[in-house]
Structures are given as structure tokens and as C-alpha cells.
């Protein structure tokens, strides 16, 4: 009986498109799936997808039975798996008869199978683990990870895209390196290196859950002693007294797009020093004694960064803000949607309003001007209107320590002496409300005094006569 296998050239198709395979083709990057037949080995071609995966494969015809086969050899790996490596697994496999080289292919996938899962598996069952329901220190049943969106977004955007059909044990530091380059230069869309750090961080949360005791997918984490990203330079945006002014006086016009609550709402982070995220879900029973002496806004720690309620203390200017966003008795939430009755304003509605909106279809055409645009300002986001706040507070002499009260970050000195962190941590939960009464008060009155146009020293000179 007649077992010889034929190495096929792939017919027209593949021999207009055969060359002498090299790792640098491999390595190529191409707008669209392309297959490169190789000269050298009859039969043997490689498939490179958009996102740079470049899978081997062997194609013959069994004269027996006169049908092509295609088998799989295996992904691309500068380290692991290069040209010759490919070449010398086909000369191997034309050793072998019709009938065992068929099993051989059948075999893969069990084999494979046996050998573990691959990334993208693994990615989903990371993802499930994340946003499973637990039970949280203030009682409440929410996401294990609360930031899982955005975790999963960089893990199914970047490593599912690249590594999604790799085996994990095989991801190795080169792959995750290699990636992470891809980004910060630009060939997953614009240059990021937030974007290749957040991938980074999301990869080495994966591989080392992975690694974990009871799933075993991996032995260890290829995320390790990875090049060092370049610096990413803080945003230090910081508006003047003139912006203020502009800002504040055009945030009360009546001929500009935006919702009178998203406007108020930016308002209302300048003054109190809020994030965005905090204080966009304002409730009514979230605010105490707003007419008397000791007025505050408790913020939930499901809402705050750092998992710990906020109270902060509301100065007059904040509290005229939340009267008029409180249109009716029966408004549940400060900052009420225009939209949706009864829900907040969306997460994003502050920072679309400054910078505006953009055509779905065309992203270069504004669909709605934004603010900045509209006052003739120069661009900034909320998170700017925390900083500018800062600054005047510390402009006015305020304390750092006092600053970063309001700000909910932990000081790590007062008055030049280290304090211990645990201290911070596990020991002293006073929440300062005099020294951040006292520094938010201050940064009201200043701004009072910016949007009035009243010069500071007129200011001075005024209180110099009282004292």
C-alpha cells in the first residue's frame, strides 16, 4: 500500500505568495491575516494575524486517500520556537506514514488540552473570579474587585488579543516585554505607556493568581524583572485666577449646552476637593446639618478610592450649590440625571462636558463644543479642579498635612516628623474635621474673593485695620 505523503505547494495561491521564511518575517507587522509559504520546506507556511501572532503549519495531500490535510505546529517564539525549529519538526513528520502523521495532528488538541490552558481561558476565568459578589466591611454584597472592568478591558484588549490562543505555561517574559513595547509604541492604536503599565499590572495580577495553589496553570509569572517603563509625567494643570473667574461666571450662562447639575457638579469639585466618583453620588441622607453650625457630606466607602468614608466639611459656597442642585423635596440624589429620573449623573458626564462629545463615526468632528472650548480655555479635566484647589489652600499657608486631609491622602510627615504608617492605618481614625473645616473655608473665601475680582491685597489691607 502506497502511504506517501506529498508536501503541498498550495497550489497558484501558494506559490505566488512563497519565500525563504525568516524570523524577521515573522515578526513582521501586517494590516491583515497573511500566509507566507516557505521554499525551503515544501508544505510548511506560517499565518500572521494583525496583532503579530504568527502560527506554523504544515500542509500535505495523503496520495491514499488524494485529500490536503493541514496540521498545527506551533506559535512563533523568538526563544522557543523559530523558523529552523519549525522546519526541522516538518523533515520529521515526513518520516512518518499517512496514517501516523494524520494521528499525530489528531492528537494535538488532547494533548494541548492536557498540557494546560490558554491565556484567553484563563482571562475569563479571571474576570469571573473578579466580579463574583463578596461581602464587604460595610456589609454591602459587591464585585471581589470593584476596578474589575477595567482590568478585564486591559486583559481582553492587549494579552487576549496578543497571547489569547498561547498556552499560559508557554507566555514567557519575552512575549509580555514584547507586548508592552507594542503599546508604548503605538501598535495598539495611540502610544500609551499608562496604557502598557495598566497591561503590566493587569498581566502580573493574572499570572500570578494563575500560579496560586489549587489552579496550578502556570508555575510561575512571566511578568518579572520586565524593562522599566519610561516615567509618566504627572499632569500638574493648575487653573489661574483669571480661568477661575472665567470658568465659575461662564458655568452660570444660559446659552451653553450642558446641564445645569453637571455644571454644578464641577462647581462643587472645585470647592469641596471631591473626586469625581464621590461626589457624583450624592444623596440626600449623605448630607448633615446644612443649616447649622457643623455642616458635612459623609461619603460611603463604596464610593471612595481608598475604601474608607469621607466626611468632609461643607463651606457656605458648597452648600448654596446643593440648594439649588435639590430642586424638589422629593430628589433622592444631589446630582440628579437629566435623563434618567432617579440615578445619578453618569461617571463620565463632568469630563465630557469640559472637553466635549465626538461623532461616533468620525472621531476627528466635535458632535458638542465642551466647556474649555466654549470659554476659550485652555483644556483641562475634573481631577485639575482638585489640584487647583490644593493650591490655593496652600497658597493661603494651609499645612500639607491639613491639604492632604481634605484631598483623603495619607500624609507621611507633619511638621517635619515621619509618622508611622500604621499609625495612620490601624490607630488614628480621626477624621480632622477642625484642620479640614478650617482649610476648606479658606479656599471658599479665596474663591470668592477671584470670582468677585477683588484684589488680594485690598483683602490684606482690610484685615491689617480690623486686627
Avoid at 217 to 231: G, Q
Amino acid at each position: 500500500m502506497d502511504t506517501t505523503i506529498i508536501a503541498d505547494t498550495a497550489g497558484k495561491r501558494g506559490r505566488n505568495s512563497s519565500v525563504i521564511l525568516t524570523d524577521r518575517l515573522c515578526e513582521k507587522r501586517v494590516a491583515k491575516r497573511t500566509k507566507l509559504y516557505d521554499r525551503k520546506c515544501p508544505g510548511l507556511y506560517v499565518s500572521i494575524t494583525a496583532a503579530g501572532v504568527a502560527t506554523f503549519s504544515y500542509k500535505f495531500t495523503n496520495r491514499q486517500t488524494g485529500k490536503q490535510r493541514t496540521g498545527w505546529l506551533g506559535v512563533y517564539n523568538p526563544e522557543t520556537f523559530t523558523v529552523e525549529d519549525a522546519r526541522s519538526k516538518v523533515y520529521g513528520l515526513k518520516g512518518l506514514g499517512a496514517g501516523a502523521l494524520a494521528e499525530n495532528f489528531r492528537d494535538q488538541k488532547a494533548k494541548a488540552a492536557k498540557r494546560g490552558k490558554t491565556v484567553a481561558e484563563i482571562i475569563e476565568e479571571r474576570i469571573d473570579w473578579m466580579k463574583t459578589p463578596v461581602k464587604k466591611p460595610d456589609g454591602e454584597m459587591r464585585p471581589r474587585l470593584e476596578a474589575w472592568e477595567n482590568t478585564a478591558s486591559h486583559l481582553r484588549r492587549f494579552l487576549g488579543t496578543r497571547l489569547g490562543k498561547t498556552l499560559a505555561r508557554d507566555v514567557t517574559k519575552h512575549d509580555i516585554a514584547t507586548l508592552s513595547n507594542d503599546i508604548v509604541t503605538g501598535n495598539f492604536g495611540k502610544p500609551s505607556v499608562s496604557n502598557a503599565r495598566h497591561m503590566r499590572k493587569a498581566a502580573s495580577g493574572l499570572f500570578n493568581w494563575a500560579a496560586e495553589a489549587g489552579r496550578d496553570y502556570v508555575t510561575a509569572s512571566p511578568c518579572v524583572n520586565l524593562p522599566k517603563l519610561d516615567p509618566e509625567h504627572p499632569r500638574t494643570r493648575v487653573l489661574s485666577e483669571e480661568e477661575i473667574r472665567v470658568f465659575w461666571h461662564g458655568l452660570d450662562r444660559d446659552d451653553l449646552p450642558w446641564d445645569r447639575r453637571t455644571r454644578l457638579a464641577l462647581k462643587f469639585e472645585l470647592v469641596t476637593m471631591l473626586r469625581s466618583r464621590e461626589l457624583l453620588g450624592a444623596r440626600r441622607d449623605e448630607l448633615f446639618d446644612l443649616d447649622g453650625d457643623n455642616p458635612r457630606f459623609d461619603v460611603p466607602l463604596k464610593r471612595v478610592k481608598k475604601r474608607r468614608v469621607i466626611q468632609q466639611p461643607l463651606s457656605g459656597v458648597a452648600i448654596e450649590i446643593i440648594k439649588e442642585a435639590l430642586a424638589s423635596n422629593d430628589q433622592q440624589f444631589v446630582f440628579e440625571s437629566p435623563m434618567y429620573k432617579g440615578q445619578p449623573i453618569h461617571r463620565k458626564a463632568m469630563a465630557d462636558a469640559l472637553r466635549g462629545t465626538k461623532h461616533e463615526t468620525n472621531k476627528d468632528k466635535t458632535k458638542t463644543a465642551g466647556l474649555c472650548e466654549l470659554l476659550g480655555l485652555e483644556p483641562f479635566t475634573p481631577h485639575d479642579l482638585r489640584r487647583t484647589a490644593a493650591t490655593l489652600a496652600g497658597d493661603l499657608g494651609f499645612d500639607d498635612a491639613w491639604i492632604a486631609k481634605c484631598l483623603d491622602h495619607a500624609a507621611s510627615k507633619k511638621s517635619e516628623q515621619i509618622v508611622p504608617t500604621v499609625t495612620g492605618k490601624v490607630y488614628n481614625h480621626s477624621k480632622r474635621m477642625k484642620e479640614k473645616r478650617a482649610v476648606l473655608d479658606g479656599v471658599a473665601a479665596e474663591l470668592r474673593r477671584i470670582i468677585e475680582n477683588v484684589p488680594r491685597q485690598a483683602i490684606e489691607q482690610v484685615q491689617c485695620l480690623l486686627a
